[in-house]
């Protein structure tokens, strides 16, 4: 296992450890964090320390990842949506309620189980579990997602991805009655130091910037488009949260009395555009909106 070594700075003074490596790794979840220190695989100044040991200031903590043990995913034959596909890449509309690959705790019914049962040419860079996964959406968000068949596309497409020149934009129905006809939110994201199924708006963590636009507002909702130029986990849902306007029917980051009945929030990947790795041409793609977002919009017009 290859050792890391990280000096604390100002930042992540009096922080526990386990939330300052659950920061670090924000696709670990804090119990595997804390079973990795539980398991003496972490030291602080050459000491084995627990979790809740409070950091100070140019602390040297080591630490290390065992290899995680992977899985076979099983392909299983589910309807796609297939937006566009060729020996390089697949773009599809991804389906509300569909997680995009198996975790622990999910092995079947994913985004991944179904792109098995279709083709068998994707890329391994991620691995069993992720084959093909350049980016993800959450489970309760649809839309237009990138899969690469080959690692030549994977590599291309995840160097879009860092230098911000992929297209994301996203429609979303937020909370309230949104002022300013278009903003910028520009708030670091990192794991929630105490609830480890959210993230939150923290100092030292992840660069995370999203640029928003008013397309219409209703009596009490405002329709807006979101340009992502970072990709972060749940970024949408937590920045337009931090400044007020939570999206509808989120039920992590959202208001806890939901006036409609949905499956959850109210977010669409509408647009995706991109360099296709082998011609080098830019390709856009939109993704209808969901019957359950144009019918919730159409309503909200009436009123």
Avoid at 102 to 111: D, I, W
Wanted: charged share 25%; with cysteine.
């Amino acid at each position: 296992m290859e050792k890391n070594q990280l000096q604390i700075e100002e930042a992540f003074v009096g922080v526990r450890l386990d939330t300052f490596l659950s920061t670090y790794y924000q696709d670990k979840s804090r119990s595997y964090i804390q079973g990795i220190i539980e398991d003496s695989n972490v030291e602080v100044n050459g000491r084995i320390k627990k979790s809740n040991y409070k950091l100070k200031l140019n602390d040297l903590v080591e630490f290390s990842i065992p290899q995680a043990v992977e899985m076979n995913v099983l392909a299983e034959k589910m309807q796609l949506d297939i937006l566009f596909e060729d020996s390089d890449v697949i773009v599809v509309n991804k389906a509300q309620g569909m997680v995009v690959h198996p975790a622990p705790g999910v092995q079947s019914g994913t985004l991944v189980n179904a792109l098995l049962a279709h083709c068998k040419d994707l890329s391994g860079i991620n691995g069993v579990m992720r084959p093909g996964i350049v980016h993800r959406i959450d489970k309760d968000t649809t839309g237009a997602l990138i899969v690469a068949k080959n690692d030549l596309a994977h590599n291309k497409l995840a160097e879009q991805l860092k230098a911000h020149t992929m297209t994301r934009e996203y429609l979303a129905l937020v909370e309230g009655i949104i002022k300013d006809e278009e903003g910028t939110i520009d708030e670091p994201l990192g794991r929630h130091p105490s609830q480890r199924i959210k993230i939150a708006i923290l100092k030292g963590g992840r660069n995370a910037i999203t640029h928003y636009k008013v397309i219409e507002r209703y009596k009490e909702y405002t329709l807006i488009k979101c340009i992502l130029e970072t990709g972060r986990t749940h970024q949408i849902r937590v920045h337009m949260a931090h400044i007020g306007h939570p999206l509808v029917g989120d039920p992590v980051y959202g208001f806890k009395k939901q006036k409609f009945s949905l499956k959850g929030q109210v977010l669409h990947a509408q647009k995706l555009g991109f360099i296709h790795p082998t011609s080098g041409e830019y390709m856009e793609f939109s993704a209808p909106i969901p019957s359950y977002f144009s019918i919730l919009i159409n309503n909200l017009k009436k009123c």
